[in-house]
């Protein structure tokens, strides 16, 4: 089990938005991180701190939160963003990383 | 660009010690940041294993630390991980990074290593 708690799996029609969640207590303390990856590849950072979008990510990706809660939105959802999606996160003490379980997304 | 590359054996039998290194370019690692493994194994989740400053100091996942070893090479510009005895559910794809504050910003692709007599 994950400190970090995401669904499994969630579908999206093309051209459409759709919001893949991340749940823990951590996130009360620390900013979410997003990662994609897709078959074979290794993870993508799609969103650091929250929300912010590293250089070459595409601004339909984007990232919020409240509480013990975090957020990425995908706006317009293109059949290249079908992926595995990982939320990522510091532990309460700060030193270590915490992985949610993983979003399979289907565009 | 940051780039890394994990090189390590492929194979490694129960009981013994798993030894990967990551040769990190284009950036030196003296010039701050923690380094950090993280392994996935086959059709599995991304489970993180521990970091380390370029000073030496070193991070471990509570549950793995009683087996795991991260050191620092800064003259070599490169990091390395030590799992000792090993079972199947080492089996993974493990993969090396540089962590910021906000999250990973830079991967290796991965190195397979599989547990197996």
């Known amino acids: 089990s994950s400190d970090l708690t995401q669904d499994p799996a969630v579908s999206v029609a093309l051209g459409q938005t759709v919001r893949i969640t991340c749940q823990g207590d951590?996130?009360?303390?620390?900013?979410a991180s997003w990662y994609q990856q897709k078959p074979g590849q290794a993870p993508v950072l799609v969103i650091y701190d929250k929300k912010n979008r590293p250089s070459g990510i595409p601004d339909r990706f984007s990232g919020s939160g409240s509480g013990n809660t975090a957020s990425l939105t995908i706006t317009g959802a293109q059949a290249e963003d079908e992926a595995d999606y990982y939320c990522?996160?510091?532990?309460?003490?700060?030193?270590?990383?915490?992985f949610g379980g993983g979003t399979s997304l289907t565009v | 660009q940051v780039q890394l590359q994990e090189s390590g054996p492929g194979l490694v039998k129960p009981s013994e010690t798993l030894s990967l290194t990551c040769a990190v370019s284009d950036f030196s690692i003296s010039s701050g940041y923690h380094w950090g493994w993280i392994r996935q194994p086959p059709g599995k989740g991304l489970e993180y294993i521990g970091n380390i400053y370029y000073s030496g100091t070193t991070y471990y996942k509570p549950s793995l630390k009683s087996r795991v070893t991260i050191s620092v090479e800064v003259s070599k510009n490169e990091f390395s991980l030590q799992v000792s005895s090993v079972t199947a559910a080492d089996t993974a794809i493990y993969y090396c990074?540089?962590?910021?504050?906000?999250?990973?910003?830079?991967w290796g692709r991965g190195a397979l290593i599989t547990v197996s007599s």
């Open positions: 990074a540089r962590l910021t504050y906000g999250g990973i910003d830079y």
């Open positions: 951590s996130l009360r303390t620390f900013h």
């Open positions: 990522g996160s510091r532990d309460i003490s700060g030193n270590h990383l915490l």
